[in-house]
């Protein structure tokens, strides 16, 4: 059985950053494409960003610029660094294996971030 661990939330003013992590076990993240996702108060699951196996990485338009993902192979970590952060990016981060069918991992607890205006 797959779980994923994320950490790295908190609370912060607007404008700050943050760095979430992402490990798991059960699974090789480095061997997988690798999705970081959040839920707001009341919104559905939407994904925020992901890297491929080979460091090719996606960003939802509302996080271009402002959030960059990578990953560590020998600590075998997704990272998802947020800078400028926005009230309206508080929320709970996951992180989960993304195909083409969707996330395939079971869900996480998360990480909660919390912007203050």
């Known amino acids: 059985q797959v779980q994923v661990k994320e950490s790295g939330g908190g609370l912060v003013q607007a404008g700050g950053s943050l760095r979430l992590s992402c490990v798991a076990s059960g699974s090789q993240l480095s061997d997988n494409f690798i999705g970081w996702y959040r839920q707001g108060p009341g919104d559905e699951r939407e994904m925020v960003a992901a890297?491929?196996?080979?460091?090719?990485?996606e960003y939802a338009e509302f996080v271009k610029a402002r959030f960059t993902i990578s990953r560590d192979k020998e600590r075998d970590t997704v990272y998802l660094q947020m800078s400028s952060l926005k009230p309206e990016d508080s929320g709970v981060y996951y992180c989960n294996r993304k195909t083409g069918w969707g996330p395939a991992y079971p869900w996480g607890q998360g990480t909660r971030v919390t912007v203050s205006a």
């Open positions: 890297i491929s196996t080979g460091g090719r990485t």
